[in-house]
Every structure is written in structure tokens, then in C-alpha cells.
């Protein structure tokens, strides 16, 4: 039986391009680290190689999920263009403590904060804990059901698009079991993409 209710939406979540930060460099500000001339090429090949034309891009805005998005932007000048703060990568150590430091130096603080489960933990000012994360990645998936565009291109972080495939398959309610099985899920490469279809409200 056909619900007359809703209609399916393609949904294509696209990493950002290698910016300086795959590279384990340091950063002054990691919102602003940009992408790096290999990831310049990723974005650009990504835009050519999409399996739609959209109707609504959508990024976080981080400096490497815009530079990203900008050719398929370019390509695509009729498709609407937002910005959605939901989409930010995840920010589980205090952003101040972390300024200059390469990924070799946070690595130890990284593996403290996995090993200790807490879903509920918050490093500093700016962090988020691990339940922020997942409210954020529903929050996301209730927008794009409302949305009335049915082709959407969401430009994220691996982080987050990996908390946004686990509520497609269903919310678990032990937080930390979740916290657990996310660390064990398939890691999401630079410009990859995965295509997903979800149900919408019909207006």
C-alpha cells in the first residue's frame, strides 16, 4: 500500500574535500581550517560526478565544507543554498585547549575521551558531549522530512554523517551502547558521498 502521506526524498551526504586537518596539521581555529589543493580537486571532481541535479544545497559552516560545496554551487547556480549549523563536525574537546596542536598531540586526550564512554560528557566552552551529537543529526533528519525540495545535497563532516546513518537505522535508547557502536562504524572517506532515500511529508 501506498502512503499518500509522503513522498521520498534523495538525500546525498558529501564529505568535505582533505583540508590541512586529515593532514594531522595544527590550526588556529578548527572552523576555519581550509581545504588543501588535493581537496580543491576532490570537491571539483565530486561536482561532476553527482548522480542528481539538486535542489537545495545544504553545508555546515565550516570553512571546508563551503569551499566544498562552491563547484557544485557553481554548477548548480538555480539550487538553493543554505547554510545549517546543525552540520558541524563534532567537537568533543574544549576548541580552546586544542589551538595549535597537531593530531599527534590531541591523540591521547582523543583516545581518553572514546575510552571513557560517557555519552553525556562535556570537555569545555565550545565542546559538545556525545548525546549533543546525536540530538543534532536528528534534528537534522525532522528538517529534511518537513523540506518540500525532494533532490538534497548535505555537505558535513565524517563525525556527523556517521551519527546521521545511525538514525536512519533507528534511535537505540542506551546512549551508551550507541557511543560504543559508533566508534566501530565504517570510516567516511574525503568528497565521499553516500545516497539515501527518506520519507517526506507530502504538502
Known sequence: MIDEG???KQILLLRHGQSILNLGLAAEDHTLA???????????????DLPFAPELIASSPYRRTVQTAEPIRKRFPQAKWELWNELHEFTYLEPASCVGLTR??????????????????????????????????EVVSERLQARQENHIILVSHEQFIKAFLMTMNGRDEDMTKTMRRFKKTPAV???????LEMKGERL
Open 189 to 195: 572517506g574525503n568528497c565521499e558521498t553516500i545516497l
Open 6 to 8: 509522503c513522498n521520498m
Open 104 to 137: 599527534d598531540e590531541r591523540r591521547p586526550r582523543s583516545r581518553a575521551y572514546w575510552q571513557a564512554t560517557d555519552p553525556d560528557y562535556v570537555d569545555g566552552e565550545g565542546a559538545e558531549s556525545f548525546r549533543m551529537l546525536m540530538h543534532r543529526a
Open 34 to 48: 581550509p581545504l588543501t589543493e588535493e581537496g580543491v580537486r576532490q570537491a571539483e571532481q565530486a561536482s561532476r
